[in-house]
């Protein structure tokens, strides 16, 4: 069977307090709108990453229709890039095996990140470049919204990247388009291949309201 993988990595630093349970409702209704779908949840599978001052797996890479509800983040501490990166790649590298063990065609796996700020660790490239170097590196789109960086998060991001609108006044609504954005892809990359009887292709959204696309031209 062909699976293609997904991760949210979620910052949940204390910066995020005030929004933190609008993006869990977001996980929650993306939760429904997957795992009642047969089709689109039995080729893809999720799993679901916090991150502060350290880095937690919170829901390892699960069907999602074998799952009752997804954990929820919690915000608190700093915003270690770093953590972030180092656990996704252990996680990577350790679903997709298992996944190959099993028989099943993997995707490259597609991350969704999210941040509303700058990462409070310097040497945060350094796990960021190894994730990259890594056998089954990951597609990233990447988005920041309130006090993030533009350019860190073009950096961080090798697909796509996008940056809540300038005076854009509420971070609770940019939170409901990214989880909705992340629905979206995972419904179109899969039903697009079903229909058309060929293997899946990642899709994303070129445009999500309340965002601005951002350049990931680079020197």
Not at 203 to 209: F, K, S
Request: glycine share 6%.
């Amino acid at each position: 069977m062909q699976i293609l993988p997904f991760y949210a990595v979620c910052d949940e630093s204390g910066s995020m307090s005030a929004d933190i349970d609008t993006l869990n409702k977001a996980l929650f209704d993306l939760h429904q709108e997957i795992s009642t779908n047969p089709t689109i949840a039995d080729k893809t599978r999720f799993g679901l990453i916090g991150f502060s001052t350290d880095a937690h797996e919170l829901q390892p890479l699960v069907d999602l229709s074998d799952l009752d509800e997804l954990p929820a983040l919690e915000a608190s501490g700093l915003t270690s890039f770093g953590n972030a990166f180092e656990l996704l790649r252990q996680a990577i590298e350790r679903d997709v095996r298992s996944l190959k063990a099993d028989g099943h065609d993997v995707y490259r796996p597609v991350v969704f990140f999210l941040s509303d700020g700058v990462p409070t660790d310097s040497d945060w490239d350094r796990p960021y470049q190894d994730l990259l170097a890594a056998a089954f590196r990951p597609h990233i789109i990447a988005f920041g919204i309130g006090q993030a960086d533009r350019s860190v998060i073009a950096r961080v991001a090798t697909f796509k990247a996008f940056m809540q609108d300038e005076g854009a006044a509420n971070p609770a609504v940019a939170l409901r388009e990214f989880a909705a954005s992340l629905t979206r892809s995972i419904v179109r990359s899969v039903s697009g291949a079903t229909e058309a009887g060929q293997g899946m292709s990642l899709q994303v959204d070129d445009h999500v309201p309340g965002f601005t696309s951002v350049s990931l031209d680079k020197l």
